[in-house]
């Protein structure tokens, strides 16, 4: 499964799910931002990789929405409710992150133990 994570500069959130994610065998994972300033910035290439697309807020996901709505309007894309509070690998973001992405990806508990 291909996965997209997505916040607005592709600084700290998504770069840290990314991290903690790839090392799942069963997921592929990417990141970028919505931002004009973000490091790796979305776009409809990513959108077509992806499988499977979660943003760190509802400004994300309105913003993927007005600019690329077409192109996701079939694909699961999650919410992840995840404020802007946290630096890259800040171990509370990264217990957010495996407390809530498993369960929204279907992941299973055989493969959470695995990584």
Request: aromatic share 8%.
């Amino acid at each position: 499964m291909n996965v997209l994570f997505i916040c607005s500069r592709n600084q700290w959130r998504s770069p840290t799910a990314e991290q903690v994610f790839r090392r799942y065998p069963s997921l592929s994972v990417l990141s970028a931002g919505t931002s004009r300033n973000a490091k790796k910035r979305v776009s409809a290439e990513l959108l077509q990789w992806a499988d499977v697309v979660c943003v760190m807020e509802e400004k994300h996901k309105n913003r993927l929405l007005a600019q690329y709505g077409r192109l996701i309007a079939f694909k699961p894309l999650h919410v992840l409710d995840i404020a802007d509070d946290y630096l890259f690998m800040d171990p509370e973001l990264i217990a957010i992150f495996n407390h809530v992405v498993p369960e929204k990806l279907g992941l299973t508990t055989h493969e959470t133990a695995r990584r």
